[in-house]
């Protein structure tokens, strides 16, 4: 039986999406879809329905290269409320136990508290995450009511500055690493003050490498289609928000291969490692520091073939990712 087309055009690259509140990340990415008319799209890492913020939206052959974004660093700002806490950690969950705020915490206080979370820490996932155990979903055993134990997690958190504090209410700017569960760090600072705590509202100010750059969001975009004279017009004018597809990829060292090479390079056979030259950012020395001797290749056009392994001698490279452009 053939296999049947997936319907959409072929569009390839990064959009910074701003995803509003009140949707979940897998909606924002099919209305993106949807605009752009891809073919192909992929997220980088779910945002809770109550956040908002920073979304990396693959299209096309950039859904090969969402790995290396969700695995990269995020920031984030988040207002916290002290004294209550609720079975979701967030404030779309349902109240569990009100306790007192201490009458003597006081700003230089909170922030110290807060202060002892820097660095690395073993962190527990809450329940309504989207780590599976057993097979299933953790979320999906909250909403039925079942509460399971969960094994930590070792993450690293890289700053926390405190924006505002006024009694029982917080706002913070944290950066951290990949799979670091923010409302988990909310609850351990309320249970470190003996209050408890939840997030009232979160927003995800960056995705690294993506720290400086601006997001767009689903109404500029529904905006866009709707003023376009044509549907060829908006995706130009749509495309034209788009990053390269492998934005995120420029601490990997690059190499450019000959036109014969590119051939083999994307059939999925080794290509001979290039000599030092214009262009070519692969350091030359054997044993050189890069994350598992992985490189951009390009073909002498400059246009990305996709990623390749240096081998152990440093005499030839192997595909990883093969970027089909058409």
């Not at 009100?98 to 073993?122: I, K, N, W």
């Not at 329940?127 to 134990?149: D, N, Q, W």
């Not at 969960?150 to 990949?178: D, H, M, W, Y």
Request: net charge positive; proline share 5%; hydrophobic share 40%.
């Amino acid at each position: 039986m053939s296999r049947r087309n997936r319907k959409g055009r072929i569009v390839h690259g990064i959009l910074l999406l701003d995803k509003p509140a009140g949707g979940s990340s897998n909606q924002a990415l099919q209305q993106v879809k949807r605009l752009f008319g891809a073919k192909k799209a992929g997220h980088t890492g779910s945002l809770d329905p109550l956040a908002t913020g920073m979304l990396p939206v693959c299209l096309g052959e950039a859904t090969k290269f969402a790995g290396h974004l969700i695995d990269s660093d995020k920031g984030y700002e988040v207002t916290l409320q002290l004294g209550v806490t609720t079975d979701s950690a967030d404030a779309d969950g349902t109240i569990v136990e009100t306790r007192e705020v201490p009458v003597d915490l006081s700003a230089a206080t909170f922030s110290r508290e807060c202060a002892t979370f820097v660095g690395p820490q073993m962190q527990i996932p809450p329940m309504v995450s989207a780590i599976k155990v057993g097979g299933k979903r953790l979320y999906k055993l909250a909403r039925e009511g079942i509460t399971i134990e969960r094994t930590p997690r070792a993450v690293r958190i890289l700053s926390i500055e405190v924006l505002s504090f006024a009694g029982n209410q917080a706002t913070l700017s944290v950066s951290c690493s990949k799979g670091t569960y923010i409302r988990s760090l909310v609850t351990d600072i309320g249970e470190r003050i003996g209050c408890g705590a939840h997030v009232t509202a979160l927003r995800r100010s960056f995705v690294a490498p993506f720290d400086d750059h601006v997001m767009t969001t689903l109404d500029t975009l529904q905006t866009i289609v709707a003023g376009a004279e044509s549907a060829a017009a908006a995706h130009d004018r749509l495309d034209a928000l788009l990053l390269p597809l492998d934005a995120g990829l420029g601490y990997l060292p690059e190499v450019f291969v000959d036109e014969a090479s590119v051939a083999r390079f994307r059939s999925g056979q080794s290509v001979e490692r290039p000599y030092a030259g214009q262009g070519n950012t692969m350091p030359a020395a054997q044993g050189d520091t890069i994350p598992a001797r992985i490189c951009r290749v390009r073909g002498t056009s400059g246009r990305l073939i996709g990623l390749g392994r240096l081998d152990a001698d440093g005499t030839s490279i192997s595909p990883t990712r093969v970027v089909q452009w058409d």
